[in-house]
C-alpha cells in the first residue's frame, strides 16, 4: 500500500472529522498530495491539493471550512474538516503524484489511496 488512508466516520451537521494520509517510501518526495472526494451516484471531486513547498489549492465548496497540511517528516497530509455539511458525505481518497496542479477533468494524482467514508447527518 502506497498511500493509507484514515479517520473517517459519522459525525452531524456543523461537527468536524480530521483525515490523515500516510505515503509509502516508495513514493517518498511524490508532489503535490492531496484529497479527493466522491457521494454517491456522482462523480469524483477535487477537495483540495498541497505541494512540497506549502502551495494549498482548494474546491470553491470547501473553501473556509477545510484545511489542508502536510507533514514532511512522517509523509503525511492531514485534512480538517470543519462545519460540515450533510453535502459533504461522500468517501475521500488521498492522491499523490501526477500535474503540479489537479482539477476535476483530467488532472488527477498519479497515485490514489484507499477511500475512507464521511457521513453527516443533518
Known amino acids: 500500500v502506497q498511500l493509507q488512508a484514515s479517520g473517517g466516520g459519522l459525525v452531524q451537521a456543523g461537527g468536524s472529522l480530521r483525515l490523515s494520509c500516510v505515503r509509502s517510501v516508495s513514493i517518498f518526495g511524490m508532489n503535490p498530495m492531496g484529497w479527493y472526494r466522491q457521494a454517491p451516484g456522482k462523480e469524483r471531486e477535487l477537495v483540495a491539493s498541497?505541494?512540497?513547498?506549502?502551495?494549498?489549492n482548494y474546491a470553491n465548496y470547501v473553501k473556509g471550512r477545510f484545511t489542508i497540511s502536510r507533514d514532511t517528516a512522517k509523509s503525511a497530509v492531514y485534512l480538517q474538516m470543519n462545519s460540515l455539511k450533510p453535502e459533504d458525505t461522500a468517501v475521500y481518497y488521498c492522491?499523490?503524484?501526477?500535474?503540479?496542479?489537479?482539477?476535476?477533468?483530467?488532472?488527477?494524482?498519479?497515485?490514489w489511496g484507499q477511500g475512507t467514508e464521511v457521513t453527516v447527518s443533518s
Open positions: 498541497i505541494t512540497s513547498g506549502g502551495i494549498t
Open positions: 492522491g499523490a503524484g501526477g500535474p503540479p496542479r489537479w482539477d476535476n477533468v483530467g488532472s488527477t494524482p498519479r497515485y
